[in-house]
């Protein structure tokens, strides 16, 4: 599935092309259970009148085995197609998951812009498996196709009066049934975009859960996620009002085709154009033909359903990156000089520095608004509308960004653990636990302190931290982050903020620890923290989006007093 100009039907028409081979299993296996069940009304018509009407034992024993046969036959050829459909709607929704989780963890991003992430999380999973879907409706279709073409020729052998009617009536219901799919289509659509977004409502509430309570702002927060379930609870009921009519009707159409059918068979049988034996297969196939009527308007139902998911997968696959894909790879050794020039981006206005490699160097701010600008440079999530940053003289943009993002590794303070062990969140799930790498993320989670997180935990560093860390404080969270992002020994390591929510002297001691194991290599720390500023070896102060002053953390708080209201204050 690649991005561009992607269509839902482009998005559902290669899931079902990935699952060719089940589908045509599934439907040739499903073809014959329909052939199957067709065939039975018209063997029990041959039994009547060459068994039963004939009073004849040999004749009623053969077709009675016959008709044993036909029944073992369609029960396996349903099982096994049913079997194929089901696997191939499920593998087919699994390879879409992959693809819409591929595109956001792209490096390029763009894939999360405007969406919270429970929507891209309905998208992997609701619509995903409503386009996966669309396999087993095919299947579905084709079954009921058959049988209706063997219910057609089955009454034009019986009544060429019945097979017409049902061969030129079949198509028209088809019609109606279409027609009446796509209020539904359209319904369907909303109520997953209305959906979607009450399921990002709510992650984003359960996300922030602790800042909400502080800040008392619990009764708000429930009222507005209130208000977008209401929202997203009055568009699934008008889909389900949707659907329930279109099913209302078809099936309604439905019964009167089939009433038609044997309005017309009796009439036959009562004028002697038809036998007895024939009246009870023309009957029994106008009731048989009630199933694959009934599947069309589920089918059409599914259909509509899948291709409002399909256009919403395709909204996320066609979704352009953020930043352009530079096709240099990161030389190595990185050095890690960074440097930017004339830089424009939200809160940086023109802003020209210069980070010198092996340097442990702080940026305090003013505008916040600035730092997350700067952190999205650096990290390259967006790319500047002015100017460039360079890595060792490379500007980034002619760099590959999956190896860039190797080189220079942005923590940001907001970051989330993951559900597991706390060793788990810091050490790569490739790193050995012995020997070496034992030894560096020990020194890792001595450097944030967050072997004293460990040490207040039940089971040390194999307690489960919960998903998000919500079994941590704040403080611990900020600790285990900081040991994550020192454990992965970037060349370049930018970290915000990353001990706001620890005490003083804990913070002072985490400090000490970053400089110590960081040591020789570049760290760039956005902060306005006087504990951590004051390890640096080079301070410079952004003010209104510009350098505002560079120089040691002490010379800038005795000489500088917009640093020292930023700093101090």
């Not at 063997?150 to 027609?179: D, E, F, N, R, Y």
């Not at 209305?194 to 709510?202: I, L, M, R, T």
């Not at 439905?254 to 068979?265: N, S």
């Not at 259909?303 to 990156?321: C, D, I, N, Y």
């Amino acid at each position: 599935m690649g991005a561009g100009e992607l269509s839902g039907r482009d998005v559902w028409t290669r899931s079902v092309k990935g699952q060719i081979r089940r589908v045509a299993l599934g439907s040739a296996l499903g073809s014959v259970h329909q052939l199957g069940e067709a065939l039975v009304p018209v063997l029990i018509g041959v039994v009547i009148d060459q068994a039963v009407a004939g009073q004849n034992a040999g004749y009623l024993a053969l077709w009675l085995g016959v008709l044993a046969v036909m029944y073992v036959t369609l029960s396996w050829s349903f099982r096994l197609g049913a079997k194929a459909g089901e696997r191939s709607a499920e593998e087919a929704a699994h390879t879409l998951r992959l693809a819409i989780v591929g595109r956001v963890l792209d490096a390029r991003g763009g894939a999360e812009e405007g969406r919270l992430p429970g929507e891209l999380a309905n998208v992997a999973t609701e619509d995903a498996k409503r386009v996966g879907a669309v396999n087993m409706a095919l299947m579905a279709g084709v079954w009921a196709f058959a049988g209706v073409a063997v219910s057609a020729v089955a009454l034009l052998l019986t009544s060429v009066t019945l097979g017409l009617i049902v061969l030129l009536g079949t198509p028209v219901l088809l019609w109606l049934g279409h027609l009446l799919s796509k209020p539904l289509e359209r319904r369907s659509e909303a109520e997953q975009d209305k959906a979607a977004h009450a399921s990002g409502v709510a992650a984003d509430l359960v996300a922030g859960l602790r800042v909400l309570k502080g800040l008392g702002a619990q009764g708000a927060a429930v009222e507005r996620y209130r208000r977008t379930s209401r929202i997203s609870l009055a568009a699934t009921l008008r889909s389900a009002r949707a659907e329930s009519w279109q099913t209302g009707l078809v099936l309604a159409l439905t019964g009167g085709f089939i009433a038609l059918i044997a309005l017309v068979g009796g009439r036959l049988a009562l004028n002697g154009s038809m036998t007895l034996g024939q009246l009870v297969s023309a009957v029994g196939l106008a009731l048989f033909l009630l199933g694959p009527l009934e599947t069309f308007a589920w089918v059409n139902a599914e259909l509509a359903q899948g291709r409002a998911s399909a256009a919403r997968v395709a909204e996320v696959l066609a979704t352009g990156p953020a930043v352009v894909d530079g096709d240099d790879p990161v030389a190595e050794p990185v050095r890690g000089e960074l440097r930017l020039r004339g830089v424009r981006l939200g809160g940086l206005d023109g802003v020209d520095l210069d980070l010198p490699a092996g340097q442990l160097t702080g940026i305090a701010v003013t505008d916040p608004a600035g730092a997350e600008a700067l952190l999205r440079c650096l990290g390259r999530e967006t790319d500047p509308e002015s100017g460039s940053v360079e890595l060792d003289g490379v500007p980034l943009t002619r760099l590959d960004p999956a190896g860039l993002r190797a080189a220079v590794l942005v923590a940001a303070h907001d970051a989330a653990l993951f559900e597991g062990s706390l060793a788990a969140n810091v050490t790569p799930e490739d790193a050995s636990q012995d020997g070496a790498a034992g030894l560096l993320t020990e020194r890792a989670m001595v450097a944030a302190r967050a072997d004293e997180v460990a040490d207040s935990l039940p089971h040390g560093t194999a307690t489960g931290v919960g998903e998000g860390g919500r079994s941590l404080s704040g403080g611990q969270r900020q600790r285990v982050l900081l040991a994550r992002a020192l454990r992965a020994e970037p060349p370049v390591l930018v970290v915000h903020d990353p001990t706001t929510a620890v005490d003083t002297v804990t913070e002072g001691r985490i400090a000490e620890g970053l400089r110590e194991f960081r040591q020789g290599r570049t760290t760039i720390v956005v902060t306005n923290s006087p504990a951590l500023l004051a390890v640096t070896d080079h301070v410079i102060l952004l003010d209104a989006g510009r350098v505002g002053a560079e120089g040691t953390h002490a010379d800038l708080v005795r000489t500088d007093a917009t640093y020292r209201t930023a700093v101090l204050a």
